[in-house]
């Protein structure tokens, strides 16, 4: 009798782990969709995956660097991030007085994004995971024939000055994921054609148009200028590079 108690608080204790572990990530149904950058023969399949809700932040990774130390702003190889590192916090382990714990953390490479994940038993999302959430607005999964949805983007490309506003002060998207437009930019898994592996979801040939001007010409809509800046900007970041306005999510299979 005995036995099957613990044997039931143990299946208890895991469940409600795995549920909390699960409550800050929704589940994204899969599908087959023309990229920004596709042609007619061209179209990505997208499996089903978890994508969080919100970026990472402040709060969180700060729990994480504090867990492993390599990822301290002092300690970091400049191999893996550059001089900018977290150069927004008061130290090692402590915020500046205006930072808030809810905001998304920001200044953080692709290797500190890449390895947080991976310590939560996730990971960055593709480009075409991304970009495929990020189609969405509030009511619909693809938004971006609207002309009102691409230019709500446009405006908040225009000044990006809004990474200390905490997570979730932008709208809520179809799937349930906030703050993709609006807060900061996200790495992604396969930010760069350097960085294409055998987890990405493209083959490697195609995904050289992401990275070249083969991306404006073979837009499937030459009216979203914000995804194509998003490949841009993509493409011309290297994977120690930290910005202002660079932060991160995960997602898992």
Not at 40 to 50: E, G, K, M, P
Not at 126 to 149: F, G, H, I, Q, S
Not at 196 to 216: I, P
Not at 226 to 231: E, G, K, N, V
Request: aromatic share 14%.
């Amino acid at each position: 009798m005995k036995t099957i108690l613990r044997l039931t608080i143990c299946v208890l204790f895991f469940w409600t782990a795995n549920a909390n572990c699960q409550s800050k990530m929704v589940s994204i149904k899969g599908a087959t969709y023309t990229p920004l950058y596709g042609r007619d023969s061209l179209q990505v399949t997208i499996a089903d995956f978890y994508m969080d809700v919100y970026p990472v932040t402040n709060e969180e990774f700060l729990q994480f660097v504090s867990e492993n130390p390599i990822w301290k702003r002092s300690k970091v190889k400049k191999l893996f991030a550059d001089a900018t590192y977290l150069i927004k916090w008061k130290s090692d382990t402590a915020l500046n007085e205006n930072q808030s714990l809810k905001a998304p953390v920001t200044n953080v490479s692709w290797f500190a994004a890449n390895d947080y994940c991976e310590s939560q038993g996730k990971r960055l999302p593709t480009v075409d995971e991304w970009e495929y959430v990020a189609m969405a607005n509030e009511k619909l999964p693809d938004a971006r024939t609207l002309k009102k949805y691409n230019e709500y983007i446009l405006s908040w490309y225009e000044k990006p000055k809004t990474f200390n506003n905490e997570i979730g002060s932008t709208f809520k998207n179809y799937w349930g994921v906030y703050d993709l437009h609006g807060l900061v930019w996200e790495w992604t898994l396969d930010f760069n054609s350097v960085l294409v592996s055998g987890e990405s979801r493209k083959d490697v040939d195609n995904d050289s148009n992401l990275f070249c001007g083969s991306a404006a010409i073979g837009a499937t809509d030459l009216m979203n200028y914000a995804a194509f800046m998003r490949y841009a900007i993509r493409g011309s970041v290297k994977a120690k590079y930290t910005m202002n306005n660079l932060g991160f999510r995960c997602v898992k299979d």
